[in-house]
């Protein structure tokens, strides 16, 4: 069974950082193309970064550019966010995805696997 769990929201200050973790079991984490997401209360749920099999090849939204930073260890099947400048805007829950296919980067992937989600909140 596919788990992700994301950790690491919290408040912070505008011009601030947070650090979010998702840790995934359940997969050959390997292998699965891996995303960030983000949900504002009466939004829809958007794509904020994306990451290769390999973490050789990243994708931004152009409101995060410049400010946020995916990674990944496979080694510890794990993915993070690195945000930088937090803008109130930031303001989501933010939910990490997993994509077994891996064919593509970003928005034109289909992401099968989702975690709880974990809320990020920046005071202006």
């Known amino acids: 069974q596919v788990r992700l769990v994301e950790s690491g929201g919290g408040l912070a200050q505008t011009g601030g950082s947070l650090r979010l973790s998702c840790a995934a079991s359940g997969l050959t984490f390997r292998s699965y193309g891996l995303a960030w997401f983000r949900q504002a209360p009466g939004q829809e749920r958007d794509i904020v970064a994306a990451i290769n099999w390999s973490g050789t090849s990243t994708w931004y939204a152009d409101s995060v550019k410049g400010r946020f930073t995916i990674s990944r260890d496979n080694a510890k099947n794990t993915v993070y966010l690195q945000m930088n400048s937090l803008k109130p805007e930031d303001t989501a829950v933010y939910y990490c995805?997993?994509?077994?296919?891996?064919?593509?980067?970003?928005?034109?992937?289909?992401?099968?696997?989702w975690g709880q989600g974990t809320q990020v909140t920046v005071s202006s």
């Open positions: 995805a997993a994509d077994p296919r891996a064919l593509y980067l970003g928005p034109r992937a289909k992401y099968d696997y």
